[in-house]
Protein backbone atom coordinates (compact mmCIF):
# COMPACT_ATOMS: atom_id res chain seq x y z
CA UNK A 1 0.00 0.00 0.00
CA UNK A 2 1.68 3.69 -1.08
CA UNK A 3 0.79 6.76 0.37
CA UNK A 4 -2.01 7.95 -1.90
CA UNK A 5 -3.88 4.28 -1.44
CA UNK A 6 -3.83 4.29 2.34
CA UNK A 7 -5.26 7.98 2.33
CA UNK A 8 -7.91 6.90 -0.17
CA UNK A 9 -8.80 4.28 2.51
CA UNK A 10 -8.92 6.58 5.37
CA UNK A 11 -10.92 8.88 3.73
CA UNK A 12 -13.15 5.79 2.69
CA UNK A 13 -14.28 5.34 6.48
CA UNK A 14 -16.12 8.86 6.33
CA UNK A 15 -19.02 6.76 5.23
CA UNK A 16 -19.42 5.69 8.54
CA UNK A 17 -19.88 9.32 9.74
CA UNK A 18 -18.49 11.01 13.25
CA UNK A 19 -20.16 8.60 15.55
CA UNK A 20 -18.76 9.38 19.18
CA UNK A 21 -18.21 6.61 21.94
CA UNK A 22 -15.07 4.20 23.16
CA UNK A 23 -15.79 0.68 22.60
CA UNK A 24 -15.33 0.17 18.35
CA UNK A 25 -11.81 2.53 19.24
CA UNK A 26 -10.86 0.50 22.17
CA UNK A 27 -11.59 -2.94 20.00
CA UNK A 28 -9.35 -1.70 17.53
CA UNK A 29 -6.45 -0.88 19.97
CA UNK A 30 -6.78 -4.20 21.67
CA UNK A 31 -6.03 -6.01 18.93
CA UNK A 32 -3.15 -3.68 18.07
CA UNK A 33 -1.55 -4.09 21.83
CA UNK A 34 -3.05 -1.18 23.43
CA UNK A 35 -0.16 1.22 22.63
CA UNK A 36 -2.28 4.16 24.34
CA UNK A 37 -1.21 2.92 27.88
CA UNK A 38 2.50 3.09 27.28
CA UNK A 39 2.69 6.70 26.58
CA UNK A 40 2.27 10.19 28.83
CA UNK A 41 -0.44 12.30 27.68
CA UNK A 42 -1.53 16.36 28.02
CA UNK A 43 -5.00 15.86 27.22
CA UNK A 44 -6.39 19.00 25.54
CA UNK A 45 -10.15 19.98 24.81
CA UNK A 46 -12.17 22.89 24.79
CA UNK A 47 -14.14 25.01 21.77
CA UNK A 48 -11.73 27.62 20.57
CA UNK A 49 -7.85 27.45 21.58
CA UNK A 50 -7.06 23.67 21.35
CA UNK A 51 -4.31 23.89 18.85
CA UNK A 52 -2.99 27.05 20.29
CA UNK A 53 -2.53 25.00 23.21
CA UNK A 54 -0.86 21.97 21.78
CA UNK A 55 1.68 24.31 20.06
CA UNK A 56 2.39 26.22 23.46
CA UNK A 57 2.76 23.24 25.54
CA UNK A 58 4.27 20.94 23.00
CA UNK A 59 6.78 23.42 22.15
CA UNK A 60 7.87 24.01 26.16
CA UNK A 61 8.47 20.55 26.12
CA UNK A 62 10.30 20.53 23.04
CA UNK A 63 12.58 23.44 24.25
CA UNK A 64 13.45 21.63 26.93
CA UNK A 65 15.41 18.95 25.01
CA UNK A 66 12.14 16.01 25.14
CA UNK A 67 10.78 14.17 22.41
CA UNK A 68 7.01 15.34 21.65
CA UNK A 69 4.31 13.95 20.05
CA UNK A 70 1.10 15.74 18.70
CA UNK A 71 -1.88 15.20 17.16
CA UNK A 72 -4.37 17.79 16.14
CA UNK A 73 -6.78 18.09 13.57
CA UNK A 74 -8.14 19.76 11.48
CA UNK A 75 -4.85 20.35 9.04
CA UNK A 76 -4.65 23.17 7.28
CA UNK A 77 -2.50 22.80 4.38
CA UNK A 78 -1.51 18.93 4.17
CA UNK A 79 -3.15 15.70 6.24
CA UNK A 80 0.15 14.09 7.56
CA UNK A 81 0.11 17.74 9.49
CA UNK A 82 -2.24 15.67 12.30
CA UNK A 83 0.85 13.78 13.35
CA UNK A 84 3.89 15.19 14.37
CA UNK A 85 6.81 14.25 16.69
CA UNK A 86 9.03 17.51 17.41
CA UNK A 87 7.49 19.21 14.36
CA UNK A 88 8.38 16.38 12.08
CA UNK A 89 5.08 15.35 10.22
CA UNK A 90 4.75 11.60 10.07
CA UNK A 91 6.40 10.49 6.79
CA UNK A 92 4.41 9.10 4.00
CA UNK A 93 5.67 5.72 4.51
CA UNK A 94 5.16 5.19 8.14
CA UNK A 95 1.16 6.55 7.27
CA UNK A 96 0.90 3.87 4.27
CA UNK A 97 2.76 0.83 6.21
CA UNK A 98 0.46 1.82 9.45
CA UNK A 99 -2.74 1.71 7.66
CA UNK A 100 -1.48 -1.17 5.83
CA UNK A 101 -1.16 -2.84 9.43
CA UNK A 102 -4.52 -1.83 10.98
CA UNK A 103 -7.01 -2.26 7.75
CA UNK A 104 -7.15 -5.83 7.99
CA UNK A 105 -8.36 -5.57 12.01
CA UNK A 106 -10.41 -3.11 11.12
CA UNK A 107 -11.63 -5.17 8.02
CA UNK A 108 -12.28 -8.11 10.77
CA UNK A 109 -13.88 -5.71 12.99
CA UNK A 110 -16.48 -4.92 10.46
CA UNK A 111 -17.05 -8.79 9.77
CA UNK A 112 -18.29 -8.29 13.81
CA UNK A 113 -20.40 -5.76 12.74
CA UNK A 114 -18.30 -3.07 14.38
CA UNK A 115 -17.31 -0.15 11.84
CA UNK A 116 -14.52 1.57 12.87
CA UNK A 117 -14.60 6.02 11.70
CA UNK A 118 -12.44 8.21 9.80
CA UNK A 119 -11.37 9.64 13.27
CA UNK A 120 -11.14 7.01 15.17
CA UNK A 121 -8.69 4.86 12.85
CA UNK A 122 -6.18 8.05 12.47
CA UNK A 123 -6.49 8.21 16.23
CA UNK A 124 -5.30 4.58 16.63
CA UNK A 125 -2.70 5.15 14.03
CA UNK A 126 -1.39 8.29 16.01
CA UNK A 127 -1.27 5.90 19.30
CA UNK A 128 0.78 3.25 16.80
CA UNK A 129 3.21 5.29 15.48
CA UNK A 130 4.01 7.91 18.58
CA UNK A 131 4.96 4.62 20.35
CA UNK A 132 6.92 3.44 17.66
CA UNK A 133 8.89 7.05 17.91
CA UNK A 134 9.69 6.85 21.30
CA UNK A 135 7.82 10.20 22.30
CA UNK A 136 8.17 11.31 25.96
CA UNK A 137 5.40 12.49 26.20
CA UNK A 138 2.20 13.43 23.79
CA UNK A 139 0.07 16.71 23.31
CA UNK A 140 -3.76 15.00 22.34
CA UNK A 141 -5.90 17.08 21.00
CA UNK A 142 -9.92 16.06 21.30
CA UNK A 143 -11.64 15.69 17.95
CA UNK A 144 -15.20 16.80 19.06
CA UNK A 145 -16.89 16.67 22.67
CA UNK A 146 -14.47 15.02 25.25
CA UNK A 147 -16.51 12.60 27.11
CA UNK A 148 -16.93 10.09 24.16
CA UNK A 149 -14.13 10.97 22.06
CA UNK A 150 -11.68 8.46 20.46
CA UNK A 151 -8.37 9.91 22.09
CA UNK A 152 -10.33 9.54 25.43
CA UNK A 153 -9.22 6.04 25.50
CA UNK A 154 -6.31 7.12 27.52
CA UNK A 155 -5.79 6.26 31.24
CA UNK A 156 -5.12 9.10 33.54
CA UNK A 157 -2.65 12.07 31.36
CA UNK A 158 0.02 14.06 33.16
CA UNK A 159 -2.89 16.68 32.98
CA UNK A 160 -5.59 18.18 31.20
CA UNK A 161 -5.71 21.77 29.51
CA UNK A 162 -9.33 23.24 29.09
CA UNK A 163 -9.67 25.47 26.33
CA UNK A 164 -12.84 28.65 26.60
CA UNK A 165 -15.94 26.68 25.96
CA UNK A 166 -18.93 28.21 24.16
CA UNK A 167 -21.88 27.39 21.94
CA UNK A 168 -20.22 24.68 19.03
CA UNK A 169 -21.36 21.22 17.15
CA UNK A 170 -24.43 21.82 19.39
CA UNK A 171 -26.65 19.00 17.58
CA UNK A 172 -24.06 16.81 18.89
CA UNK A 173 -22.91 18.53 21.81
CA UNK A 174 -25.84 20.07 23.18
CA UNK A 175 -27.63 23.57 22.78
CA UNK A 176 -26.42 24.90 26.34
CA UNK A 177 -22.60 26.05 27.32
CA UNK A 178 -23.75 23.60 30.95
CA UNK A 179 -24.60 20.73 28.29
CA UNK A 180 -20.93 21.30 25.85
CA UNK A 181 -18.89 21.54 29.43
CA UNK A 182 -20.47 17.87 30.50
CA UNK A 183 -19.46 16.22 27.25
CA UNK A 184 -16.06 18.32 27.22
CA UNK A 185 -15.58 17.78 30.91
CA UNK A 186 -15.52 13.61 30.44
CA UNK A 187 -11.85 13.63 30.20
CA UNK A 188 -11.10 14.60 33.40
CA UNK A 189 -9.84 11.53 35.37
CA UNK A 190 -8.27 10.67 38.76
CA UNK A 191 -5.45 12.26 40.05
CA UNK A 192 -5.22 14.25 37.12
CA UNK A 193 -5.20 18.52 37.09
CA UNK A 194 -6.41 20.27 34.87
CA UNK A 195 -5.89 24.07 33.84
CA UNK A 196 -8.53 26.11 33.07
CA UNK A 197 -8.94 28.72 30.11
CA UNK A 198 -8.74 31.91 32.79
CA UNK A 199 -11.81 33.61 31.11
CA UNK A 200 -13.29 30.41 31.07
CA UNK A 201 -17.23 30.92 30.62
CA UNK A 202 -18.68 30.72 34.56
CA UNK A 203 -21.45 28.11 33.73
CA UNK A 204 -18.92 25.86 32.36
CA UNK A 205 -16.13 26.41 34.71
CA UNK A 206 -19.00 25.52 37.61
CA UNK A 207 -19.64 22.38 35.81
CA UNK A 208 -16.14 21.23 35.51
CA UNK A 209 -15.15 22.02 38.98
CA UNK A 210 -18.21 19.72 40.03
CA UNK A 211 -17.16 16.86 37.30
CA UNK A 212 -13.32 17.64 38.88
CA UNK A 213 -14.40 16.96 42.47
CA UNK A 214 -16.64 13.87 41.37
CA UNK A 215 -13.54 11.73 40.13
CA UNK A 216 -10.56 13.16 41.93
CA UNK A 217 -8.74 15.49 39.51
CA UNK A 218 -8.01 18.95 40.83
CA UNK A 219 -8.76 21.84 38.60
CA UNK A 220 -7.97 25.16 38.88
CA UNK A 221 -8.07 28.61 36.77
CA UNK A 222 -5.59 31.07 36.68
CA UNK A 223 -6.34 34.43 37.51
CA UNK A 224 -7.10 36.55 34.01
CA UNK A 225 -6.38 40.21 36.21
CA UNK A 226 -2.68 38.82 37.09
CA UNK A 227 -2.09 39.24 33.46
CA UNK A 228 -1.91 42.81 31.75
CA UNK A 229 -1.00 43.17 28.31
CA UNK A 230 1.21 45.15 27.10
CA UNK A 231 1.08 45.02 23.12
CA UNK A 232 -0.82 43.78 20.57
CA UNK A 233 0.25 43.80 16.96
CA UNK A 234 -0.83 41.57 14.10
CA UNK A 235 2.56 39.78 14.44
CA UNK A 236 2.18 38.76 18.09
CA UNK A 237 1.51 39.83 21.18
CA UNK A 238 3.23 41.55 24.86
CA UNK A 239 2.22 40.33 28.42
CA UNK A 240 3.58 40.56 31.64
CA UNK A 241 2.93 37.77 34.93
CA UNK A 242 4.12 38.04 38.00
CA UNK A 243 6.82 40.47 37.22
CA UNK A 244 7.88 39.25 34.25
CA UNK A 245 7.23 40.11 30.68
CA UNK A 246 6.57 37.59 27.79
CA UNK A 247 6.83 37.92 24.25
CA UNK A 248 4.20 35.84 21.93
CA UNK A 249 4.66 35.22 17.99
CA UNK A 250 0.46 34.65 18.51
CA UNK A 251 -1.65 37.73 18.02
CA UNK A 252 -4.65 38.14 19.96
CA UNK A 253 -5.42 38.97 23.98
CA UNK A 254 -6.54 35.57 24.06
CA UNK A 255 -3.20 34.02 22.98
CA UNK A 256 -1.94 35.77 26.13
CA UNK A 257 -4.37 33.93 28.32
CA UNK A 258 -3.50 30.45 26.83
CA UNK A 259 0.33 31.42 27.35
CA UNK A 260 -0.98 31.86 30.85
CA UNK A 261 -2.44 28.31 30.66
CA UNK A 262 0.99 26.95 30.05
CA UNK A 263 2.85 29.14 32.89
CA UNK A 264 0.56 27.55 35.48
CA UNK A 265 1.59 23.84 33.73
CA UNK A 266 4.85 24.20 34.72
CA UNK A 267 4.76 23.19 37.95
CA UNK A 268 2.65 20.28 37.44
CA UNK A 269 4.83 18.89 34.52
CA UNK A 270 7.81 19.69 36.96
CA UNK A 271 5.95 17.44 39.32
CA UNK A 272 6.02 14.39 37.14
CA UNK A 273 9.08 14.76 36.49
CA UNK A 274 9.54 16.78 33.51
CA UNK A 275 12.70 19.30 33.90
CA UNK A 276 10.56 22.48 32.45
CA UNK A 277 11.66 25.70 33.28
CA UNK A 278 9.81 29.61 32.94
CA UNK A 279 12.84 30.04 30.43
CA UNK A 280 11.92 27.49 28.36
CA UNK A 281 8.39 29.16 28.43
CA UNK A 282 9.30 32.01 27.25
CA UNK A 283 11.67 30.80 24.40
CA UNK A 284 8.53 28.71 22.92
CA UNK A 285 6.28 31.43 23.45
CA UNK A 286 8.52 33.72 21.37
CA UNK A 287 9.13 31.16 18.69
CA UNK A 288 5.47 29.38 18.00
CA UNK A 289 3.95 29.49 14.85
CA UNK A 290 1.29 27.24 12.91
CA UNK A 291 -0.44 27.87 10.00
CA UNK A 292 -4.56 29.57 10.15
CA UNK A 293 -4.20 31.09 12.82
CA UNK A 294 -3.89 34.64 11.99
CA UNK A 295 -1.46 33.92 9.45
CA UNK A 296 0.29 36.77 7.98
CA UNK A 297 1.00 35.64 4.63
CA UNK A 298 2.09 39.12 3.42
CA UNK A 299 2.66 42.38 4.07
CA UNK A 300 3.06 43.98 1.24
CA UNK A 301 -0.47 43.20 0.58
CA UNK A 302 -1.08 42.96 3.59
CA UNK A 303 -2.97 39.41 3.68
CA UNK A 304 -3.75 37.61 6.83
CA UNK A 305 -5.51 33.96 6.84
CA UNK A 306 -7.66 32.89 9.93
CA UNK A 307 -9.94 29.78 10.26
CA UNK A 308 -11.79 31.06 13.09
CA UNK A 309 -15.82 29.80 12.03
CA UNK A 310 -17.89 30.25 15.36
CA UNK A 311 -18.66 33.12 17.02
CA UNK A 312 -16.64 32.86 20.18
CA UNK A 313 -13.52 32.42 17.52
CA UNK A 314 -14.93 35.32 15.31
CA UNK A 315 -14.70 37.57 18.13
CA UNK A 316 -11.56 37.12 19.08
CA UNK A 317 -10.41 37.97 15.12
CA UNK A 318 -12.36 41.10 15.43
CA UNK A 319 -10.27 41.96 19.09
CA UNK A 320 -7.46 41.52 16.56
CA UNK A 321 -8.39 43.60 14.08
CA UNK A 322 -9.86 46.56 16.26
CA UNK A 323 -5.83 46.97 16.78
CA UNK A 324 -5.17 47.24 13.16
CA UNK A 325 -6.43 50.59 11.99
CA UNK A 326 -6.12 49.88 8.15
CA UNK A 327 -9.26 49.85 6.13
CA UNK A 328 -9.93 46.42 5.72
CA UNK A 329 -11.49 43.38 2.64
CA UNK A 330 -13.07 40.27 3.60
CA UNK A 331 -13.20 36.89 1.45
CA UNK A 332 -15.04 33.71 3.39
CA UNK A 333 -16.46 30.57 3.52
CA UNK A 334 -18.56 29.16 6.07
CA UNK A 335 -19.98 25.83 6.86
CA UNK A 336 -23.70 25.38 6.85
CA UNK A 337 -24.09 24.07 10.48
CA UNK A 338 -22.15 27.07 12.44
CA UNK A 339 -23.40 29.73 13.85
CA UNK A 340 -23.34 31.81 9.88
CA UNK A 341 -25.45 35.54 10.80
CA UNK A 342 -23.80 35.75 14.28
CA UNK A 343 -20.19 35.45 12.68
CA UNK A 344 -21.29 37.30 9.77
CA UNK A 345 -22.69 40.54 12.15
CA UNK A 346 -19.16 39.97 14.28
CA UNK A 347 -17.58 40.74 10.76
CA UNK A 348 -19.91 43.08 9.58
CA UNK A 349 -18.55 46.17 11.06
CA UNK A 350 -14.79 45.56 9.77
CA UNK A 351 -15.41 45.79 6.20
CA UNK A 352 -17.86 46.68 3.84
CA UNK A 353 -17.25 43.93 1.21
CA UNK A 354 -17.29 40.37 1.24
CA UNK A 355 -16.06 38.16 -0.89
CA UNK A 356 -18.00 34.82 -1.12
CA UNK A 357 -15.70 31.41 -1.51
CA UNK A 358 -16.59 27.82 -1.73
CA UNK A 359 -15.42 25.57 0.63
CA UNK A 360 -14.37 21.94 -0.40
CA UNK A 361 -16.69 20.51 2.26
CA UNK A 362 -20.40 18.80 1.91
CA UNK A 363 -21.40 20.33 5.32
CA UNK A 364 -20.33 23.93 3.10
CA UNK A 365 -22.81 26.74 2.16
CA UNK A 366 -22.28 27.66 -1.09
CA UNK A 367 -21.10 30.45 -2.17
CA UNK A 368 -24.89 32.21 -3.37
CA UNK A 369 -25.83 30.64 0.23
CA UNK A 370 -23.46 32.64 1.91
CA UNK A 371 -23.95 36.22 0.05
CA UNK A 372 -27.88 36.02 0.76
CA UNK A 373 -27.33 35.84 4.43
CA UNK A 374 -24.67 38.30 4.50
CA UNK A 375 -26.27 40.79 2.19
CA UNK A 376 -28.38 42.88 5.33
CA UNK A 377 -24.68 43.35 6.96
CA UNK A 378 -22.18 44.08 3.89
CA UNK A 379 -22.87 46.93 1.45
CA UNK A 380 -21.09 44.72 -0.91
CA UNK A 381 -21.36 40.89 -1.68
CA UNK A 382 -19.78 39.06 -4.69
CA UNK A 383 -20.18 35.56 -4.98
CA UNK A 384 -17.19 33.08 -7.21
CA UNK A 385 -17.30 29.83 -8.12
CA UNK A 386 -13.14 29.42 -6.88
CA UNK A 387 -11.45 30.09 -3.91
CA UNK A 388 -8.34 31.19 -6.57
CA UNK A 389 -11.35 33.54 -8.40
CA UNK A 390 -12.40 34.94 -5.48
CA UNK A 391 -8.90 35.67 -3.74
CA UNK A 392 -7.25 36.89 -7.38
CA UNK A 393 -10.64 39.63 -7.57
CA UNK A 394 -10.27 40.52 -4.04
CA UNK A 395 -6.05 41.36 -4.69
CA UNK A 396 -7.06 43.15 -7.58
CA UNK A 397 -9.26 45.61 -5.89
CA UNK A 398 -7.14 45.75 -2.53
CA UNK A 399 -5.27 49.19 -1.97
CA UNK A 400 -2.20 49.78 -0.75
CA UNK A 401 -3.22 50.67 2.57
CA UNK A 402 -5.99 48.17 2.73
CA UNK A 403 -5.87 44.50 4.31
CA UNK A 404 -7.41 41.47 2.86
CA UNK A 405 -8.80 39.05 5.50
CA UNK A 406 -9.60 35.21 4.70
CA UNK A 407 -11.88 33.51 6.87
CA UNK A 408 -14.48 31.62 8.04
CA UNK A 409 -13.35 27.77 8.42
CA UNK A 410 -10.35 25.93 7.99
CA UNK A 411 -11.46 24.10 5.42
CA UNK A 412 -10.98 27.07 3.64
CA UNK A 413 -7.58 27.99 5.23
CA UNK A 414 -5.70 25.37 3.66
CA UNK A 415 -6.90 26.15 -0.06
CA UNK A 416 -6.16 30.11 0.58
CA UNK A 417 -3.34 29.82 1.56
CA UNK A 418 -2.19 27.39 -0.93
CA UNK A 419 -3.75 29.68 -3.98
CA UNK A 420 -2.63 33.05 -2.38
CA UNK A 421 0.92 30.95 -3.03
CA UNK A 422 0.40 32.12 -6.67
CA UNK A 423 -1.25 34.56 -6.14
CA UNK A 424 0.58 36.98 -3.88
CA UNK A 425 3.98 38.41 -5.16
CA UNK A 426 7.67 36.43 -4.39
CA UNK A 427 9.54 37.57 -1.62
CA UNK A 428 6.36 39.17 -0.27
Not at 224 to 230: E, F, I
Request: glycine content about 8%.
Amino acid sequence: MNYEQALDYIHSLSRHGWVLGLNRVSRLLARVGNPQNKGKFLHIAGTNGKGSLVQLSGNLLMQAGYKVGKYTSPYVLEFRERFTVNDEMISESDLAAWTARLKPMVDKLEQEGVFITEFEFITVLAFCWFAQMGCDIVCLEVGLGGRFDATNVIPSPVACLMASISLDHTAILGDTVEQIATEKGGILKPGAPAVLYPEMNPEAARVLETIGSQVGARVFRPDPAALTVLEETPFGSRFALEGKEYTLSLAGRHQCFHAQMVLALLPILQQAGFGVTQQDAAEAFAHTHFPGRFQVLCRRPFVVVDGAHNPEGVAGLKEILSHIPCPKKIAAGMLGDKAVEENLKLLAGQSDTLFCLPVDNPRALSPKELAALARPYFARVACFETVEQGLAAALEELEPEEMLLVCGSFFLAGEAVAALDSLLPEGK
